[in-house]
C-alpha cells in the first residue's frame, strides 16, 4: 500500500463522529504477494472503508431510503488519486444515489479525515474503471452484432414505485416555496383539526391585530397536516392582501440565514428584514430552536417587534410549548400569547374523505372496500394516507396493471382487519364511562345534571356512528329513553363538534380508545 493514506490526520480529527481506532492496527507497507492493490489501497482496506462509510450513512440518510438504494448496492470500489469510486447495480439507483453526493462525501470525510472527489459507475457498463480493459480483438463487420436491452428490469420499475413513496413520506428540501396547490378548499376538515382549520381560515381573512388571532401554535404529530395549513393561509392571505410580505420558513432555515448573516457581518440587515418588512411570519417546525441560545436571542426581538406592531405570527411544532426542552422560558411564554391549537389523528371517516380526495387529484379509481381496507390499516398520519395511494398510482402506471383489491394488499402490505373486535352499545358504553370517570349507572340513569347528560349524549351520538344501532336499540339501553331523545343527542354533539374543540378532544379520544 502507498504510504500516504491519512491514518494520522483522521484518527485526530474532531470531524469523526465514530470510533475507528482499530483501523490503525492496518499496516502501511507495501502489499504481500496475497494482498490486491486497487488504487491506492489493498482490497481488504476498501472492504473496511466501505463498511464504515455504510455505518456513517445510515445516520445521514432516512432508514427508507438507505434501505431501498444504499444497502447492497452501494459500494465503494477503489480509492485512486483523489478519486473515491463506487458502483452500484442500475442507473436508476445511480440517480437517485446522486441525490445525496453531500451524505456521501461527508461520509468519506468522516473516515478519511480529507475531501476526495466522488464517482459512481454502474456495474458492467463502460463508465466503470476498476478493472483493467482488454484490447479487443480485430473483427469484421459481418461477425460484430449488438443486442441492445432496452426493457427495464423489474427491479428497477419497482425502486420507481418506491422512490416516488419515499419522496412523498420524507419531503427533502430547504427553505419553504409557498405550495400554490395546498388551499383551504382541498384540506379534508374532521373533528380531529376543525379547530385549528377554522383559526387558520380567520386569519387568512383577518391577520394581525385586524383579526381575532395575532398569533397562533399548531402541534402535532408528524403528517397531520399542520404544513398544509401554512400554505393554505400564506395562499388565502395573498388573495385577499396582494401587498403583504408573506415568509413562511423552517426554523432550521431561520437558525441558517442568522447564522450566514453573522458570517457576513450583516446581522443588523437580517434583523431589519424580519422586524421591519415582513407581515406575516410563519415558522414550521419552531421546536428545532430549542438548545440554540444565539437563534433564540434573535428569535425574542424579532417576536417583539412584530407583535407589538401588529403583525401575524403563526407557528408549528409536534410539541406543546411546555414540551420543548431547551427553551427560554420569555419564549415559551410568548409562544402561548395567541392560540394554541392541537391536530389529533384523523377519524375512520375523515381518513376516507381524505383517501376519496386524494384518489381524484390522482385520477385513480378506488371501489369502496380498497379505501375502507387502506383506511382500517393506515390510521397514524395523513402523509402516509397520501403516500399510500401515490404508491397506488405509481404502481398501476409503471407496471401497467389494474387496480384490485389483492393487488393493493401486496402492494402496501395491508391486511383484513376481520379479527378487529365488533364494538357493541355495552362496549361504546364502558369507554365513554371511563373517559368521564362517570358510572355507566349514571349514564343509564334519569340524571340531567350536566356532566352524566354531556356523557351520555356523546355515548349515543358514538353508538349510531361506530356500533350503528338504531335510535330505538339506544333509547331502550340507556334507560329506555324515547328514540327522540337519541335524535336529539346525535343533534347536539354533530352540530357542537364544529365549534367546541374541548368536545372534539373528547369524541376523539373515546373512538381511537374503540
Known sequence: MQGNFPFSQFLKSGNSINNFDHLSNIPVSTPTNNQELIGDFDVEEIEMMNQEIHKV???????????????????????????????????????MVEKNLPQISESIF???????QIDISVEGTADQQTAPIEPPKARSAAEVSFKLDLEPKKEDLLSKVESKYIDHINPEHTGILIDPVKKFTNFVVGPSNNMAYAAALAIAKHP?????????????????????????????????????????????????????????????????????????????DVHELKGREGTQREFFHIFNELYNK?????????????????????????????????????????????IKTK??????????????????????????????????????DIMKVDIDIEMVKDVLALKEHEDERKVTLEIVA??????????????????????????????MYLSRKIVGATHEEIGKFYGGRDHSSVVHAEQKITKQLSSDSQLSRDVMTIENSL
Open 57 to 95: 450513512l445510515q445516520n445521514s440518510v432516512t432508514t427508507q431510503k438507505y434501505t431501498a438504494f444504499f444497502e447492497g448496492s452501494f459500494n465503494l470500489k477503489t480509492i485512486n488519486q483523489g478519486t473515491a469510486i463506487f458502483t452500484v447495480p442500475t442507473q436508476f439507483i445511480k440517480s
Open 110 to 116: 468522516s473516515i478519511l479525515g480529507k475531501q476526495y
Open 208 to 284: 394581525g391585530k385586524a383579526g381575532k388571532y395575532p398569533s397562533l401554535y399548531i402541534h402535532s404529530n408528524s403528517g397531520l397536516g399542520k404544513t398544509h395549513l401554512l400554505h393554505a393561509i400564506a395562499n388565502g392571505a395573498k388573495e385577499n392582501y396582494p401587498h403583504f410580505i408573506i415568509c413562511l420558513i423552517t426554523a432550521r432555515d431561520f437558525m441558517r440565514e442568522m447564522i450566514d448573516a453573522i458570517k457576513a457581518e450583516q446581522l443588523h440587515e437580517f434583523r431589519k428584514k424580519y422586524s421591519e418588512k415582513v407581515d406575516i411570519l410563519m415558522i414550521d
Open 310 to 354: 401588529g403583525k401575524q405570527l403563526i407557528f408549528t411544532s409536534d410539541k406543546t410549548p411546555q414540551e420543548i426542552n431547551g427553551l427560554e422560558e420569555r419564549i415559551r411564554t410568548r409562544l402561548q400569547w395567541g392560540l394554541v391549537v392541537d391536530i389529533q389523528k384523523p377519524d375512520f371517516e375523515t381518513r376516507t374523505a381524505i
Open 359 to 396: 384518489a381524484d387529484e390522482l385520477d385513480l379509481f378506488l371501489s369502496d372496500d380498497i379505501i375502507n381496507l387502506i383506511a382500517c390499516n393506515v390510521k397514524n398520519s395523513i402523509r402516509e394516507l397520501e403516500g399510500s395511494l401515490i404508491k397506488l398510482s405509481a404502481y398501476t
Open 430 to 459: 364502558k369507554t365513554t364511562s371511563h373517559h368521564f370517570r362517570i358510572p355507566i349507572a349514571d349514564l343509564k340513569s334519569k340524571s340531567r345534571t350536566k356532566d352524566i347528560a354531556n356523557a351520555r349524549f356523546i355515548a
